[in-house]
């Protein structure tokens, strides 16, 4: 039996010690200027300053939260329990009235508050300053994109939580961190694109979709490209992706499926 209140207990811990630390506040600035710079600043390149649409905002955002938030999750979950361990405090926060679930638990959900946190503080802002420029069915769109983001942060959240249980100490822990940013965020669709290549598109209308699907990195990115008529264009794997696969509710499954993965997997070492 799950008590809730001791994972309130935990979370709650782990959210003030992010407050304390001025963490939040540091990565929702970061993600308000970013995200003020590409609003504004994206169209320099095309002899243009200022907002243009909230699709090319979007898009824009898009490429910046793939690269950023998924470094940020593991760099803020990946000691959550090594770290406990090495400290010597895991012994003691085990011999209370609290099962490893619940721990974890407690753990990841006070890591995903700070983190949702941040991101709805730094890119709500940009939307509160889109609001009276652009239509509500374009603010429903902007919304949709805050909070896939959030569902985003919390899959690296949890990837970071598994290595954390996983590996002897912090060193390895922040190792193979940085080693998932780097497949899931760069080597994965490199690989990808490559096979497609030596292949001659062979297998691009039926096998390379459903590969899409194994990095939460592409459903990120395809969640908000199907969402609206112009982005389907704005990306060149648009256009080997078919609008089966694209259904928001099937891909918003996917996401939450690799949140619930890597935790099962910590759960499962953690004892």
């Known amino acids: 039996m799950i008590e809730l209140s001791q994972i309130k207990v935990i979370a709650a811990k782990e959210f003030r010690d992010r407050i304390r630390n001025r963490w939040v506040i540091a990565v929702a600035v970061i993600f308000t200027l970013f995200a003020l710079a590409i609003t504004y600043l994206g169209a320099a390149q095309q002899g243009e300053v200022g907002f243009r649409n909230i699709e090319f905002t979007i898009a824009s955002l898009v490429s910046l939260v793939i690269y950023l938030i998924p470094l940020i999750a593991l760099i803020l979950g990946y000691d959550a329990i090594?770290?406990?361990?090495?400290?010597?405090?895991?012994?003691?926060?085990?011999?209370?009235?609290?099962t490893r679930l619940e721990l974890l638990l407690g753990k990841f959900a006070g890591l995903s508050t700070a983190l949702a946190c941040s991101t709805l503080a730094g890119f709500g802002l940009?939307?509160?300053?889109?609001?009276?420029?652009?239509?509500?069915?374009?603010?429903?769109?902007?919304?949709?994109?805050?909070?896939?983001?959030?569902?985003?942060?919390?899959?690296?959240?949890s990837l970071a939580?598994?290595?954390?249980?996983?590996?002897?100490?912090?060193a390895r822990a922040s190792g193979a961190a940085i080693a998932l940013w780097f497949l899931f965020v760069l080597v994965y669709d490199l690989v990808l694109l490559g096979l497609l290549v030596l292949s001659g598109g062979a297998f691009g209308e039926e096998l390379f979709p459903l590969l899409l699907l194994f990095n939460p990195a592409d459903i990120f990115r395809i969640l908000n490209i199907f969402n609206m008529e112009e982005l389907r264009h704005f990306y060149g794997l648009a256009t080997v992706?078919?609008?089966?696969?694209?259904n928001p509710w099937l891909l918003g499954g996917m996401m939450i499926t690799w949140i619930v993965a890597p935790l099962a997997i910590a759960l499962w070492r953690f004892k």
């Open 126 to 157: 940009v939307g509160l300053l889109l609001a009276g420029q652009t239509s509500p069915e374009a603010l429903y769109h902007y919304a949709g994109f805050m909070l896939s983001a959030i569902l985003f942060g919390m899959v690296f959240l």
């Open 161 to 170: 939580v598994m290595v954390s249980v996983i590996a002897r100490d912090r």
């Open 82 to 98: 090594v770290g406990e361990r090495e400290r010597g405090s895991l012994d003691l926060l085990l011999s209370m009235p609290i």
């Open 241 to 246: 992706f078919p609008a089966s696969l694209s």
